[in-house]
């Protein structure tokens, strides 16, 4: 009998957890240890966050689920790994209890397997006052976030109404280095919808405050894409669509603080300057958790298993953007030092950004991380999940399933105005997510039959869709596996 | 010149009968590029 760990319950933990519980004999123990007792589906915070769905949509209670279909679940975090365990035990990790009687309580918990799907740490503090309802900033990364922006907007929309001067909105990002634009740029484009719908629309000015270089870039070096069969680029399709919503953006910004009703920011000319607003919804930087990992002595052996994100087989070797590869990319976010312990969605951490890097004169970074979506969150989670069966049923180590970012697509549909009649969504393909400049010479790194946009209300009942599928098959209800991640 | 979204456009693309069939055409084909497989890319 094998004993599989899974550390967090977001879209990755869950979707390995469900698959290994559905293939593996039920000898075999599923254990996920994570601290949220809600799951909740991520992409739809943005209608959260403008006050047009409810948050209990979007989540539903882990232990009930877990407990019918024979998943075991602590409500804890991890705080330290012990891959080669101690005298007493086999590899564990601490886990220290968040709820209930056992709240603070530590515990060993052993594995023979360990998939850690922490995915980020949401990281405001590396902005001075980016803390989410302090200074009028919000966040929509977790749930209760976006409710907190939702109440944030409802009371910049009465303040509009009332008000003599016109008011100001910045959505984008809040660190130089942040990533997850999409998410941001369905935000302001639902937040300009909704304006319009309660009427005030007129009396608020609209900006994007954004650390990509260019509009469009989403941290992927942009794409060119086929539009309507023409090929059209990420840049000009986003610019289309900020002109034909009046709205103004700020590019090459790398926000540095935030004080009530002023972001700060320096641009990749090394300028410092200031932006003022009345509401602003600014995504953090995403960073590691910042574990610690100990041998059986005891000793620190953190760097092995750490560089912020967990290190995967990826070529992690330093090397100018001219030399990047898409072989350096991981194929099946297995650790090289400890072949059981296995990192899918966010958790890992990345060779190199897909962005080009970019300085200021100053010397400061200003430029995207890598997003690593829902799609490759699920895809990448199911791989590791079906490695560890194969391993378990064949009695050794077995990697034949493997998926690289630079041989997957992944869809974004973006949500751009709520309604089912009167709403809007940009959907855009891209293939593969990181480009392969050697397979796609001529189109960017990307195949142009595979990487096309779309916007209309069809983009709208799309993004819909996935909601009602993506729950449903995270309910585990009647053969939600035959739903693709 | 940029591209602009025009009247006909904008009206096309919240017309509910085109855009049924934009939504069948949709799920399609972004099923066929997301779940139409993976793999490596090292040999
Ligand atoms: C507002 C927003 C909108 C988005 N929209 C889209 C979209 O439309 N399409 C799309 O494809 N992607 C979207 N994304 C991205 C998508 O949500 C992420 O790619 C995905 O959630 C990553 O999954 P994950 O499981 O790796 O990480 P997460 O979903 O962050 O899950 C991490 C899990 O680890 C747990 N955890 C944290 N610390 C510990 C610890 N110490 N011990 C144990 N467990 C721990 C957490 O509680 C959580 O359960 C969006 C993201 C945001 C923020």
Known sequence: ?485 | MKKKITKAQKAYMQNPIIQFFKFIYLNIRILLIVAGGHGGTRK
């Open chain 1, 1 to 485: 009998m094998s004993k599989i760990v899974i550390l967090g319950a977001g879209i990755a933990g869950h979707t390995a957890a469900s698959h290994l519980r559905r293939k593996l004999p039920k000898e075999h123990e599923v254990l996920v240890v994570s601290p949220n007792h809600n799951y909740q589906w991520i992409p739809s915070n943005i209608w959260v966050g403008i006050g047009r769905m409810e948050a209990r949509k979007i989540t539903f209670p882990l232990a009930p689920l877990y407990k019918r279909k024979g998943i075991n679940y602590k409500q804890a975090k991890v705080v330290s790994f012990h891959p080669e365990g101690d005298a007493d035990h086999p590899p564990y990790v601490v886990v220290e209890y968040v709820y209930g009687e056992q709240r603070g309580e530590k515990e060993k918990v052993t594995y023979d397997y360990l998939i850690n799907a922490t995915g980020p740490k949401l990281a405001f503090d590396l902005t001075e006052g980016l803390e989410p309802g302090s200074n009028d900033v919000y966040s929509v990364c977790t749930y209760s976030h976006a409710q907190h922006a939702a109440d944030g907007l409802e009371k910049l929309i009465q303040k509009a109404r009332n008000s003599e001067k016109p008011l100001k909105v910045l959505i984008g990002t809040g660190h130089p280095k942040a990533t997850c634009q999409g998410a941001a740029f369905e935000y302001i484009l639902n937040v300009e919808k909704e304006l319009r719908r309660r009427k005030v629309r007129d009396y608020i000015q609209l900006k994007w405050i954004s650390n990509e270089p260019a509009l469009g870039d989403f941290g992927m070096d942009g794409m060119l894409l086929s539009y309507g069969g023409e090929p059209m680029t990420s840049n000009d399709m986003v610019e289309m669509v900020f002109r034909d919503r009046g709205i103004e953006w700020i590019l090459g910004a790398g926000v540095n603080k935030v004080e009530k009703g002023e972001v700060h920011y320096e641009n990749l000319a090394g300028e410092q300057k200031t932006e003022p607003f009345d509401f602003a919804m600014l995504i953090p930087a995403f960073s590691g958790h910042g574990f610690k990992a100990y041998d059986k002595t005891g000793e620190g052996i953190t760097d092995k298993l750490f560089k912020g994100f967990m290190i995967v087989d990826a070529d992690y070797t330093p090397k100018p953007y001219e030399e990047w590869k898409v072989q350096d990319w991981p194929e099946t976010y297995q650790n090289p030092s400890y072949p059981n312990i296995f990192a899918p969605g966010i958790a890992f951490a990345p060779p190199h950004s897909i962005s080009k890097p970019r300085k200021s004169p100053n010397g400061t970074e200003i430029f995207p991380s890598p997003p690593r979506t829902g799609m490759p969150s699920g895809i990448t989670a199911k791989l590791v999940a079906d490695n560890i069966i194969d391993s378990i049923k064949k009695g050794k180590t077995s990697l034949e399933h493997k998926g690289s970012l630079g041989n997957m697509g992944a869809a974004c549909i973006a949500s751009a105005g709520y309604g089912l009649t009167s709403g809007s969504g940009i959907s855009i393909t891209t293939y593969p997510i990181v480009p392969d400049y050697q397979k796609y010479k001529t189109t960017g790194g990307r195949n142009i039959k595979k990487t096309f946009g779309d916007i209309g209300l069809a983009g709208h009942w799309v993004k819909l869709a996935l909601h009602y599928a993506f729950i449903y098959k995270a309910k585990m209800k009647p053969f939600w596996w035959l739903i693709p991640e």
